[in-house]
């Protein structure tokens, strides 16, 4: 891979909408994959959307009908917005591409952000992104501090937190001791070139995740670096960590192609 340049397209008042963002992925894409310009990643806020990658399902969506953008990404619906920071790693892939290589290293990067934060971040299986672990589920609490004697979500695939009061939205699922999601990872590679890529929850307003089915998991919610350390953490301040984890990542690997 070539030297990482980054970006900024736009923090706080200068937030970029998202559609103007996807354009700009586009003419960057088409640039790298020209070998016009070195490997990319742009870095920004958006105002408040909601945005859902190609598996999305009618029954994930805001109930309010709340508009969405339907983007081209892999992955399911999530929201961007203000608090938070959005990556848009634009990398050249060696062939045949392995685009779950490609999403381990932005996880790499932000686990290692976080962990430079004081936060232990993990993977969980089978779910991209970087997540804060629950308790186990037979030590979950209830809302009311009682202790479940069963938890629905566990038996009913179709268990809706939105229909079942604030105290079951994904906004608090710290307090109900359950595993929560702190960086958001969608991904699309055109032409060998990677496009979209991942979000990380600095200080946003959480409860914009509650009208939807976060990334179609129901059993889990969200969370973010402010929420999780108790003190504010700024997209400013989390900018120059994420961009050197970033570029030691993509740098310092070596994407071998794999194996067919």
Not at 88 to 108: F, Q, S
Request: charged share 30%; net charge negative.
């Amino acid at each position: 891979m070539s030297e990482l340049r980054f970006v900024h397209l736009g923090f706080g008042a200068d937030a970029v909408e998202y559609r103007e963002a996807w354009q700009e992925q586009r003419r960057v894409h088409a640039a790298r994959f020209a070998d016009e310009v070195p490997d990319t990643c742009l870095l920004l806020e958006h105002p408040p959307v909601y945005t859902a990658g190609r598996r999305t399902a009618d029954n994930e969506r805001p109930l309010d009908g709340t508009p969405v953008v339907d983007v081209d990404r892999g992955g399911k619906i999530t929201w961007h917005g203000p608090g938070q920071l959005v990556g848009y790693p634009i990398l050249k892939l060696p062939r045949p591409v392995d685009v779950i290589a490609h999403v381990r290293r932005l996880e790499e990067a932000l686990l290692l952000t976080c962990a430079e934060f004081g936060l232990e971040a993990t993977r969980v299986e089978g779910r991209s992104g970087v997540w804060v672990l629950g308790d186990p589920v037979e030590e979950r609490r209830a809302p009311g501090g009682l202790n479940l004697d069963f938890d629905p979500r566990v038996a009913d695939e179709e268990f809706d937190p939105r229909m079942s009061g604030p105290e079951y939205a994904p906004s608090n699922a710290g307090q109900r001791g359950e595993d929560r999601k702190l960086a958001q990872i969608g991904v699309r590679v055109a032409k060998g070139v990677t496009m979209h890529g991942f979000s990380l929850n600095c200080n946003p307003d959480t409860t914009w995740f509650d009208r939807i089915v976060p990334c179609g998991i129901r059993d889990a919610g969200v969370t973010s670096l402010s929420e999780e350390l108790g003190r504010d953490i700024s997209v400013a301040e989390v900018l120059p960590v994420i961009e050197k984890h970033l570029r030691a990542v993509t740098e310092s690997s070596v994407p071998l192609p794999r194996a067919v």
